[in-house]
């Protein structure tokens, strides 16, 4: 069964140089027109089913939360049609449904009577929305003196324990410490497995391919095609480097092939075993990186690479390609966390270079440096490298960062007579998104092996312990 049919959908405004020429277009209607039209969204049509849970992504702009607030009924289409088969709760936007003045508490049962829940229905639903909250005595006061924080964790409490039919998310869980975060997770995971339909709009990848059964992917407010997570999160990496071709549209309708073994590996919770050995699954792992992928084409090719890109250097040597290779061997920006990967870069020197180092660097979005490591540290020599020569450097590692996104910077450097020499060096040439079926605390995991053991102890009354 259809929960929501998006059809031929278009939101239309309408943009005035000056205030004054509001006025004069509505004086003189069928006249001369003083607006612009800005199309928020334009003939977007798809369709999604009950149960499924879907994922909303695109760049800044590109309609993602007018769309929402469209089928929410916040806002109207200009043209096209919406049918919506279910009780919706939304989270929007911070202050969206909720009135400033009012407690908590009164938002509360506000929200539920407008959903069509009587006070009394209100009232045994209120224990789970507060303690889920947990925002203790503050519930009692005007929700206009709450942090950001506590708004959210009652926003969230209160979507998600009115029973909706269909949840609609835009960027909600992005809020709150880290333990909030997790409990919402942790919700949104129940909920997932209830049935209910849920729309998810969210600008981190790792949530979109845990989550997500399909994927509808939006570019300047019109529809640019639906699927697979994988290959949808691959399309939008380029869509936001500026790479995005027509003909990258082909073959969507086909079965992906990372995508799908990241859907069966992720969700079904395929890590590897033991401390210090590989499963069958990670041997065969490293047995298809040690034979990368080949390619007639540049590797940079396959891959999302920033359209901002810095350089820097004094030309004795270029990188001229660079590949990010998965677990499978195949050029990816989408890596497995837990699984080996391996970053390539091909240099060529303008002028002879004696014992060149090649670098990498991985940074998260704030621009801190998490990772890396270069030929010298690793004690690989390289030697002469003289000009017209073509080398290529390999890092092979395994992959411990947690599930979001990094950007990866490389270089080539040395020395001339005991001064270091940046040759060419790339920042935050390509994006990382790193996918992952389990997050700990900090920026990599441990990998630690808990085991907890049961001491069985007698008690002298004869009495089995509790």
Known sequence: MTAIQVD????????????IDRLKE????????????FYALNEVSFEVEEGQFVGIIGTNGSGKSTMLKII??????????????????????????????????ENIYMNGTMMGYSRREMEAKLPNIL???????????????YSSGMFVRLAFALAIHVDPEILIVD?????????????????????????????????????????????????????????????????????????????????????????????????????REGRGGTSEGAAADVKACESLQETDEPWISRLSVNKDQQTYGTGAARIVDLG???????????????????????????????DPIFAFTIKDSKGTEITGTNSMIEGCETGLARAGDVMTAEFAQEMNLQGKDYLLSLGCTGFVNGEFVVYDRLYDIVNLTVIADKN????????????????????????EPV
């Open 8 to 19: 031929h959908v278009t939101k239309v405004y309408k943009l005035f140089d000056k205030p």
């Open 26 to 37: 509505s004086l003189r209607p069928g006249h001369r027109e003083y607006h612009k039209k």
């Open 72 to 105: 929410t009924g916040v806002l109207t289409p200009t043209t096209g049609s919406l049918t919506v088969n279910g009780r919706i709760s939304a989270l929007l936007e911070l202050g969206a449904g909720f009135n400033m003045e009012y407690t908590g508490i």
């Open 131 to 145: 303690s889920f909250a947990d925002i203790g005595d503050f519930v009692y006061q005007p929700v206009k003196t």
């Open 171 to 271: 960027e909600a869980l992005a809020v709150g410490d880290v333990f909030f975060q997790a409990k919402c997770y942790q919700k949104i995971n129940e909920i997932r497995e209830s049935g209910t339909t849920v729309i998810l709009v969210t600008h981190d990848m790792g949530t979109i391919i845990k989550y997500c059964d399909k994927v509808v992917v939006l570019n300047q407010g019109r529809f640019v095609a639906e699927g697979e997570p994988g290959k949808m999160v691959d399309l939008y990496k380029k869509i936001l480097a500026g790479q995005f071709d027509e003909k990258d549209l082909e073959g969507i309708g086909q079965k992906a092939d990372f995508a799908d073994q990241l859907l069966q590996e992720v969700k079904g919770g395929g890590r």
């Open 324 to 354: 990010i290779f998965d677990h499978k061997g195949e050029l990816s920006n989408l890596l497995l966390k837990g699984r080996p990967f391996t970053i390539k870069m091909k240099v060529r020197f303008e002028e002879t270079v004696r």
């Open 440 to 463: 700990t605390v900090g920026y990599y995991d441990m990998n630690s092996q808990v085991r907890v053991a049961r001491q069985e102890t007698g008690r002298s009354d004869g009495r």
